[in-house]
T-cell receptor
């Protein structure tokens, strides 16, 4: 049973528009969340994190929103750039980093 | 420059052979992890270690072994008991001070000859 779900395997967005990537989780004990970007045959690159005491965190073009009651988080990228084309993973931990569970990823394509 | 180094980048295994993937970090992190990624799938946890000389099985530990004799090093051995070893393997470490995030190496692609 998947504890972390990313229900959209792929997403296409026009350059300059907003990209919204979604992540749902089932374990109410998760209290810390990370987003990563990954290119083929490379290690994931950290984008942004959020803890359960917050509902929003921003870093440049990236904003993560957390809705604890819905067990849902989303990553917003504004404006989207062609270099953002990659697979995006969300990850969740139940004790601020003891162990992380990853979602299956969403492939984002930003079209010029 | 602090980071995680994985080697080799590409590795080929023959039937019945054990192979070892190297992972070294100079970030002074206590926790280290091994993940496996199959095409089109997410990262699945093989083993993790929170401290030297201690490690725990992850979700898919069968056919793998690890050691943690030094803080900096967390090698993964893919044994002959792992019947489907072809995958992309990622090593990571986690720091509990400063920015709390997983730092990943660049990965090792293991293929079966």
């Amino acid at each position: 049973d998947q504890q972390v779900k990313q229900n959209s395997p792929s997403l296409s967005v026009q350059e300059g528009r907003i990209s919204i990537l979604n992540c749902d989780y089932t374990n109410s004990m998760f209290d810390y969340f990370l987003w990563y970007k990954k290119y083929p045959a490379e290690g994931p690159t950290f984008l942004i994190s959020i803890s359960s005491i917050k509902d929003k965190n921003e870093d440049g073009r990236f904003t993560v929103f957390l809705n604890k009651s819905a067990k849902h988080l989303s990553l917003h990228i504004v404006p989207s750039q062609p270099g953002d084309s990659a697979v995006y993973f969300c990850a969740a931990s139940a004790d601020y980093g003891q162990n992380f569970v990853f979602g299956p990823g969403t492939r984002l394509s930003v079209l010029p | 420059d602090g980071g995680i180094t994985q080697s080799p980048k590409y590795l080929f295994r023959k039937e019945g052979q054990n192979v070892t993937l190297s992972c070294e970090q100079n970030l002074n992190h206590d926790a280290m992890y091994w993940y496996r990624q199959d095409p089109g799938q997410g990262l699945r946890l093989i083993y993790y270690s929170q401290i030297v000389n201690d490690f725990q099985k992850g979700d898919i530990a069968e056919g793998y072994s690890v050691s943690r004799e030094k803080k900096e090093s967390f090698p993964l051995t893919v044994t002959s008991a792992q019947k489907n070893p072809t995958a992309f393997y990622l090593c990571a470490s986690f720091g509990r001070t400063g920015e709390k995030k997983l730092f990943f190496g660049s990965g090792t692609q293991l293929s079966v000859l």
